[in-house]
Nanobody, 113 residues
């Protein structure tokens, strides 16, 4: 199973930016669809964004379009989530996901008002 390790979370003021990273193990990273999900306190896990293996096709939840950008560097086995114009409602634990239903441990993002 692929091992995923997220980093880059933290505390930021509303309107600020953060970039999350997810490093993946394995030799076939470029064949994996990668994604980000998040879970806010008291809520279920929700889809944020996904990217195909080549990095030329992406998908976003409606509330993230225009503010979040998913990208990947296959040479580094890493996927990124650039988050701009952050809002307090973006506060959540953000999880990395990949093909085969592997999940990272999550990284906390807290947006203060």
């Amino acid at each position: 199973q692929v091992q995923l390790v997220e980093s880059g979370g933290g505390l930021v003021q509303a309107g600020g930016s953060l970039r999350l990273s997810c490093a993946a193990s394995g030799r076939h990273f470029s064949s994996y669809v990668m994604g980000w999900f998040r879970q806010a306190p008291g809520k279920g896990r929700e889809f944020v964004a996904a990217i195909n293996g080549k990095g030329d096709s992406t998908d976003y939840a409606d509330s993230m379009k225009g503010r979040f950008t998913i990208s990947r560097d296959n040479a580094k086995n890493t996927v990124y989530l650039q988050m701009n114009s952050l809002k307090p409602e973006d506060t959540a634990v953000y999880y990395c996901w990949c093909t085969g239903n592997s999940w990272g441990q999550g990284t906390q993002v807290t947006v203060s008002s």
